[in-house]
């Protein structure tokens, strides 16, 4: 399938997908019992809410008055004392995300607030996506505000940005294209890698959601709800703007794209996040900002299929890789990896 430009998106899966209960029957009875006798809990229905790209499954509780959620991350497989943490700093400063009711972390299990079923991803359209947008990029100023400061995150450092990009090449071109790659192609991805640490560790650091896309984002009455923040990092100011707005789910037309990102820079200036005006570095720091992630998020779509058996991520494969290709056409020293991917890696997708 083709990247084309232009609004390109494709339907989400169901937030809300049915998990049967004889692949979960152990963990599911546990969540009974917590529910039940640690609780107090009697008159509930509990159904099955989402999966995500973890080892984290997710629960809707109905209660006789409102539903809630139940996270279970097997504590062997996922640390949740990020989440707890980050969940009651970013509702401090007012930002919309799940309250915890309650928790038990020993077992991996925590009772949080419910928001809802709506998806941005599947109430973007033309006329919506300046309002909804809005308010994303309202609570993205929020958190690189006044969200956690250096030392209260984990560091977005060279080593990180370098074992991401790796994904790209490991899982996506060797692993599911099954390209060979010459040793010229080597040294090229290697240059290219190490400019695009560069440029991420040249931005103002902040806060960094790492995954604020449209299918993190909810809508309710308190646009947007802000879910799976979990993995937020101390890194550069355009991460999180590059997640929203090239989005791997859904893409816009570019000169509107870059309306926004001017927009936000201006944003960013009258929260003090950045301490000059730089449009033009800015709108350079968000386009290389983008060619990382989307090598990253190529590359895990790919593992995620071959290492965890979840293909519904490849059919996005095809729009996070013509960003790689147009983008990077645009700038000279990214132009080699804009030929590598027109000659080798577009015609096997």
Known sequence: MAWTGGLNRLKSPPLFTTLPESAVPERL?????????????????????????????????????????????????????????LARRLR?????????????????????????????????????????YGDALGALAALQACGPQAGELPPYDRALLAREMALFRDWLLVRHLGLTLSEAEEQMLERLFERLIENALEQPQVAVHRDYHSRNLMVNRHNPGILDFQDAVWGPVTYDLVSLLRDAYIAWPRAQV?????????LAL???????????QFLRWFDLMGLQRHLKVAGIFARLNHRDGKAGYLKDIPRTVGYLQEVAADYGEMAPLAEFIAERVMPRL
């Open 92 to 132: 401090a400063i007012g930002l919309h995300v799940p309250e915890i009711y309650a928790e038990a972390l020993d077992r991996g299990f925590l009772l949080l607030s419910d928001l809802g079923t709506r998806q941005y991803l599947d109430e973007l359209n033309p006329e919506s996506v300046e309002r909804l």
């Open 258 to 266: 870059e309306g926004w990102v001017v927009g936000y820079h201006d």
């Open 29 to 85: 009875a546990q969540i009974h019992h917590w529910l039940r006798h640690d609780l107090g809990l009697a008159d509930y229905e509990i159904t099955p809410a989402s999966a995500d790209a973890s080892f984290r499954r997710y629960f809707r509780v109905q209660l006789p008055e409102e539903s809630r959620i139940v996270m279970d991350a097997p504590p062997e497989r996922e640390d949740s004392h990020p989440f707890v943490t």
């Open 270 to 280: 009258d929260h003090g996040i950045l301490q000059a005006p730089a449009e033009a």
